[in-house]
């Protein structure tokens, strides 16, 4: 059933699936309605990290070495994590320079370097060739495999057929057929492929469920679940060898450094950069993406031990390579649609692979490589052409047919020896090679363009020389003799490629890998270190590292000096642009700055960076930079200059926090000062009610003696017990203002602490006695009982006698006034506490209204039974005896229930506990045997 | 027939003087000690003109003074206040109450006297 043009139906089918994808999603993108701006699709596009190795080539690797495959899944789990801190910075240096390629980021970030661009190009491209070599084998070989159906056999080695017949050469031609029409479709080259990622996203889906429909059919369909199949597997000892960490699944440190290698990979492979980096719509999907992505990861290879094991169990030893278990076991099993599914996913892992990775490239071979060398070809008079647009999509083009014939090239020279993985594998040490020259660039300013390029040489240098020269010197080819690789050139052991300068015993990525990483890191920092930085080295170092800072501030047009025309830069942006997408970019250029039309534009520094930044993302940074010196006369600024700049960048930066720090400071001073304002008001008023009420207060007698003065001096003719009446009114009412004038004063002293106090040692037993007898004649008068109960010694209080004399004075005159008209009751009482003394003073009046409580201790605030007489008092006696009593660190506070009387109660520190020194300005007057009282 | 003058204040010894001065002026006197009471005498004694104390406990001049205005049968009663505060504002508020006049403590006993003759059309 399965022949061959149902196999190709199908997987054009799937193609032109593929096609309609990312037709709509470039409809869609253009219509500014992106379907590919959320975070699902951006780790489903990541998974593009799968590919033929992941989908055919884990399988394989678990049933030789085991858990060994597992590796690379984790190594990028682990670097998920770190993906807010490394990869959200070079997504924001990417999308603020508009860098288009992992090698326009490192030729961007070391001084706009073409050198530097074309380095990291040719170390990529040479260094994803195995890459490329794997996917076709993949493809190919499945397909071969498929065709056999129902015989299970591997196809033939590639070596017995000539290359004409060789289906790998068509698979290699038609993918870059394929790519070119899908990724280089657009003559507009600046746009991000919306489209592209779209499919991507799709073929992840794809190639996931058909692994998982294997995983399940072989798990719960030819087994009993998960249990079953490890039962059987560990019923051979050389089965569950695989299950531990061993010979066969690799010694610990191959673990560490593989997993090491991935972390780098996943971060550093073309393609990732491409679809994490470039290809990102929104910063904040990585956070997303950090947890996605793993999880993908997880599903994936969550069915690889069990598919590897039944292979073992069940497929004749030799019969098929691993690699292949995939694809064999539902053969085996005649599951003709499931095979037929697993030979799309498999389709689908190579072409997204594929895809991404040439257009990845090519994007790197055009603008750092080619075009760098052809603009500065002057004979070509590229500089004059009206539009080079159409040139670079040739360019990109021819890039993606080079890159998978060199691809089929390695396939042929080497692909039939080797594993899916261990071909992969040379492939990630050649990127890994990038790390310290990216990774160093972002977090370190001192990294120069001396260490990179020096290091990244030496890297691939170590790199060709140990992994890839012997991996082709034991095909024969190139004329290179297998010796090298077992004794060394000319016979030198200590440069054998695989144990170089004795390094022996390490699998061939683990040495490779700590060689080239030593001496690549070495030399980054050596050099760095070591050697001058040019100015605009600084600059793009401090643009990068503090890509954070920057993005608020001007950005590069600070560093930029020099005359330029508009036209000239006008007609550059056309040359790269196309004519019409110049105009739309300036137009809308123009709409940023505020201006009403181009016509108003100057040729600044901001809009040559405007400029730049345009053209570097068509062509790149170096070039780019290459292009407008061309339209531009600069005026190259010095390392000295450059670092002026940075220095009054950052203090003004400095200059910034201070004076946000002040203005919160003066914030607070001001909060602080319009409350002491509204304080000040407060108290003013308060003034102002108070000099209302004294003036009140003081009328009032005022007038009763003017009235009276002038009733006896108008009517002589008075009889003379009205004239004494009155007379006495006039007496008596003078006496009230003289009091009245007294008691303001006093109150005024002692609330401004100017009273004088004299304090001493005070029996207030014999104060109260005192209080007493002076107020016995107004008990008499008034016919009130008098209760009195006091101890017969009680310790002495530090006070002045006679403020309170006069607070009791106060208490005993109010009680009076206030007690019943004809029974009256007043009882007084002194107690004598652990630390203090009481006195209450108890009337038998109409009591006070719980609400009055609290206000009798206001000025002028009287209450008394209003319907009868005004009582008659200033209304400062209590506020008074209260200040009084606090000044002797006492409270003084009333008790009272409506018409069951009033209870006004004080309480005083005894001398020996009051512990609060009392401020006054006789203290000197205590004796000192009291201070040491005091002091115990 | 003798018109008839209500005194309205608080404090007894302003009473007395004010009570003592308009007797001998030849009016019919009536005493109040609070805003309540005088409420209670203007229906009583219907009294020609009150001499009203802004300062009370209880029920303020002001008050007082307001509700005598709110009825109609009472238009024709003349008002003097007297009060103890002597700003601006207090007059101005006492006047557009419906007083007839406004005179601050401590007051002339003669044009205190005048007032009161002018106010009830100079009749003695």
Request: glycine share 8%.
């Amino acid at each position: 059933m399965l022949q061959s043009w149902i196999i190709l139906v199908v997987s054009f089918a799937y193609l032109g699936i593929l096609f309609a994808i990312a037709y709509y999603g470039d409809k869609r993108a253009d219509a500014g309605r992106s379907i590919i701006s959320n975070p699902y699709i951006y780790a489903l596009s990541l998974a593009v990290y799968c590919t033929s190795w992941t989908f055919y080539g884990s399988v394989g690797r678990a049933a030789n070495t085991g858990i060994g495959f597992l590796p690379i899944y984790l190594g990028p789990t682990l670097m998920a994590i770190l993906w807010w801190f490394v990869l959200r910075k070079i997504v924001r240096i990417s999308k603020t320079y508009r860098i288009t390629s992992i090698a326009d980021f490192i030729a961007s970030r070391y001084g706009k370097s073409t050198l530097l661009g074309g380095l990291v190009t040719i170390i990529a491209v040479v260094g994803i060739i195995p890459y490329i070599a794997l996917q076709l084998k993949a493809v190919s070989h499945t397909f071969s495999i498929l065709l056999e159906y129902p015989a299970i056999m591997m196809p033939a080695d590639v070596d017995t057929i000539p290359i004409i017949s060789d289906k790998t050469l068509y698979v290699a031609i038609l993918l870059a057929a394929f790519t070119i029409v899908f990724g280089t479709r657009h003559l507009d080259v600046t746009e991000r492929h919306e489209g592209m990622v779209a499919a991507i996203a799709f073929e992840s889906l794809v190639k996931l469920l058909a692994f998982l429909a294997v995983g399940l059919f072989v798990t719960f369909g030819l087994y009993r679940g998960f249990g079953d199949v490890f039962a059987h597997a560990t019923a051979n000892d050389d089965f569950s060898a695989l299950l531990l960490f061993n010979e066969t699944t690799g010694s610990y440190e191959s673990w560490a450094w593989l997993n090491f290698l991935s972390m780098l990979a996943i971060m550093f492979l073309p393609r990732q950069f491409q679809i994490a980096v470039v290809e990102n719509v929104d910063e904040s999907h990585i956070n997303k993406a950090m947890w996605l992505f793993p999880l993908y990861l997880l599903a994936i290879n969550i069915f690889v031990l069990p598919i590897a094991f039944a292979g073992l169990l069940q497929l004749p030893a030799g019969t098929i390579e691993p690699d292949y278990f995939v694809l064999a076991l539902p053969m085996l099993h005649q599951q003709e649609s499931l095979a037929l599914l697993v030979f799309i996913g498999g389709i689908s892992a190579a072409t997204g692979m594929v895809i991404v990775e040439t257009i990845a490239l090519s994007t790197m071979v055009s603008n750092d490589l080619v075009m760098p060398v052809l603009l500065r070809q002057k004979w070509l008079r590229l500089t004059e052409q009206p539009d080079l647009s159409g040139l670079l999509l040739h360019i990109r083009r021819g890039t993606i047919i080079l890159v998978l014939l060199l691809g089929y090239i390695y396939f042929r020279l080497i692909g039939s020896q080797s594993a899916l993985v261990s071909i992969g594998l040379v492939s990630f040490a050649a990127v890994a090679q990038f790390a310290p020259a990216i990774l160093g660039g972002i977090f370190w300013k001192g990294g120069s363009h001396s260490g990179a390029l020096i290091g990244l040489t030496l890297g691939f240098v170590v790199w060709g020389y140990t992994l890839l020269l012997p991996s082709l010197a034991y095909t024969g080819s190139f004329w290179l003799p297998s010796s090298i690789v077992t004794e060394g050139p000319f016979g030198i052991a200590l440069l054998r490629p695989y144990a170089l300068f004795g390094l022996d015993g390490l699998d061939h990525i683990t040495h490779t890998l700590i060689w080239s990483l030593l001496v690549n890191t070495g030399a980054y920092i050596g050099f760095s270190l070591s050697g001058k930085h040019s100015a605009v080295e600084h600059t793009q170092a401090t643009l990068f590292v503090d890509i954070f800072q920057q993005s608020q501030a001007g950005g590069g047009s600070r560093f930029w000096r020099g005359t330029a025309s508009m036209v000239d830069l006008r007609t550059l942006l056309g040359r790269f642009l196309g004519p019409s997408r110049a105009e739309e970019a300036i137009a809308g250029y123009v709409e940023r700055r505020g201006l009403s039309n181009s016509d108003q534009l100057e040729p600044d520094a901001e809009f040559v960076h405007f400029a730049e930044m345009q053209l570097a993302g068509t062509i790149g940074a170096a070039s780019a930079r290459v292009m407008l010196a061309s339209a531009v006369k600069e005026e190259p600024l010095g390392t000295s200059e450059v670092m002026q700049i940075l220095e009054e960048a950052s203090q003004v930066r400095a200059y910034s926090r201070q004076l946000e720090q002040k203005s919160q400071e003066l914030e607070a001073a001001t909060a602080e000062l319009r409350a002491a304002n509204e304080q000040l008001k407060e108290l003013d008023r308060l003034k102002d009610d108070f000099i209302s009420t004294v003036t009140h207060e003081l009328r009032t007698p005022l007038t009763s003696i003017r009235a009276f003065s002038e009733i006896l001096s108008d009517h002589p003719d008075l009889e003379v017990e009205q004239r004494i009446k009155f007379l006495n009114i006039i007496v008596k009412e003078s006496e009230r203002l003289t009091r009245l004038i007294n008691q303001v004063l006093d109150l005024s002293k002692i609330e401004s602490g100017n009273a004088k106090w004299n304090i001493v040692a005070v029996d207030l037993k014999e104060v109260i006695e005192d209080s007493l007898s002076s107020t016995s004649q107004l008990f008499n008068e008034k016919h009130i009982q008098l209760h009195v109960d006091l101890p017969d010694h009680v310790p002495p209080v530090k006070a002045d006698r006679d403020r309170l004399m006069q607070v009791l004075l106060n208490l005993l005159s109010n009680a009076v006034k206030f007690c019943d008209k004809t029974k009256g009751m007043i009882a007084v009482s002194l107690h004598a506490n652990e630390d203090s003394l009481r006195v209450d003073v108890r009337d038998n009046g109409p009591g006070i209204r719980p609400e009055d409580q609290r206000i009798i201790f206001d000025k002028f605030r009287q209450v008394g039974d209003t319907l009868t007489d005004k009582p008659q008092g200033t209304g400062l006696g209590l506020p008074i005896s209260r200040h009084i009593i606090n000044h002797f660190g006492g409270h003084l506070w009333v008790e009272s229930m409506p018409d069951a009387g009033a209870t006004f109660s004080f309480t005083l520190p005894l001398a020996a506990h009051s512990d609060q020194p009392i401020v006054c300005i006789h203290e000197q007057m205590w004796d000192a045997t009291e201070v040491i009282d005091r002091a115990s | 027939m003798a018109k008839r003058v209500l005194i309205v204040d608080d404090e007894p010894n302003i009473v007395t003087s004010l009570e003592f001065l308009i007797q001998r002026s030849g009016y019919e006197v009536r005493i109040a000690r609070n805003g309540e009471e005088a409420l209670a005498q203007v229906s009583a004694f219907q009294p020609d003109l009150i001499l009203l104390d802004v300062m009370m406990p209880l029920l303020s001049g002001y008050e007082v003074c307001q509700k005598i205005r709110e009825n109609s049968a009472w238009q024709h009663v003349q008002i003097i206040m007297l009060t103890a505060k002597g700003r601006e504002i207090e007059a101005t508020k006492g006047l557009a109450l419906g007083a007839n006049a406004y005179v601050t403590k401590p007051f002339s006993t003669k044009d205190l006297v005048a007032k009161v003759h002018e106010l009830l059309g100079g009749t003695t």
